[in-house]
């Protein structure tokens, strides 16, 4: 179904006190790293943000056709805006964030030559928001567009996000006074079955619905390579909101995936 066949949520819809749950993210030092074959001759690696990682950081934040799908739509000034970034990402603030470096490696890539080490990095993948709903977002050089890379890292993301360890928690949207909070919450409370009347916790019967967690990408509607990349990766239309970024209107598409349901 393509964009213009489903219809928004409606603002008027109400949404109920609910349960549902939220990853709980190890520490940086504590995450592995992620190693996978996306062809013959290249690999892909997932790993940790670390305090050296500002270089490439910022190398990556100082393409334009890169940065213009962002909140700020600019290039990073300098070393410490890239920093301040960065820095969502490392402790103590990883306690709410899973994003992780992406690098890859040509098969014909020496471990010493003048062409520099194996392993490129080439990009960010993760959620950087958790709160109302977990968010996802990538950021590639504009080198490696076009190659699949894109497709097959957050395939591989989305393999370890589901399998993270996972509290219970209530949302209770009443509490809520910005409307975009609230838009998101709906697209949760959303996915609800009618009829639910299973707990998290099945010795427990449940107040409230129970509602499968969703993850939330939130893409640009001239972003045309970003929502193949979701669309390939199962993410579901859901709706589309109007807001201001960069100083202008522009018109977010909202994807999302759904939890899988336990075996």
């Not at 305090?51 to 799908?69: A, E, F, K, Y």
């Not at 970024?245 to 075996?263: F, G, H, I, M, W």
Request: glycine share 4%; with cysteine.
């Amino acid at each position: 179904m393509t964009t213009d066949q489903q219809p928004n949520l409606q603002p008027t819809q109400k949404v109920a006190r609910y349960k549902t749950t939220r990853p709980i993210f190890a520490p940086t030092l504590n995450r592995k790293t992620t190693e996978t074959r996306i062809n013959d001759s290249l690999s892909l690696q997932l790993r940790p943000f670390s305090p050296t990682d500002l270089p490439h950081v910022h190398r990556l934040r100082t393409q334009p056709s890169v940065m213009i799908n962002t909140s700020t739509g600019i290039i990073d000034a300098d070393l410490s805006v890239s920093s301040v970034w960065m820095a969502r990402y490392l402790p103590p603030n990883d306690a709410t964030t899973f994003d992780l470096m992406i690098w890859v490696k040509q098969s014909d890539a020496s471990e010493h030559t003048d062409a520099g080490p194996p392993w490129e990095h080439i990009g960010v993948l993760g959620c950087h928001m958790l709160s109302p709903v977990p968010h996802i977002g990538y950021m590639l050089r504009t080198e490696w567009w076009g190659k699949g890379i894109a497709t097959h890292a957050l395939k591989t993301f989305l393999r370890l996000w589901w399998l993270l360890p996972r509290r219970e928690v209530e949302i209770d949207p009443s509490s809520m006074e910005d409307e975009h909070e609230l838009h998101l919450t709906r697209l949760e409370w959303n996915q609800r079955q009618s009829g639910n009347a299973k707990s998290l916790d099945s010795s427990v019967t449940p107040e409230t619905d129970v509602v499968p967690e969703i993850l939330l990408a939130e893409i640009e509607e001239r972003n045309f390579g970003s929502i193949k990349v979701v669309e390939r990766c199962g993410f579901t239309y859901r709706a589309s909101e109007s807001v201001v970024e960069k100083n202008r209107q522009v018109t977010l598409l909202n994807y999302t995936a759904s939890r899988p349901a336990a075996d």
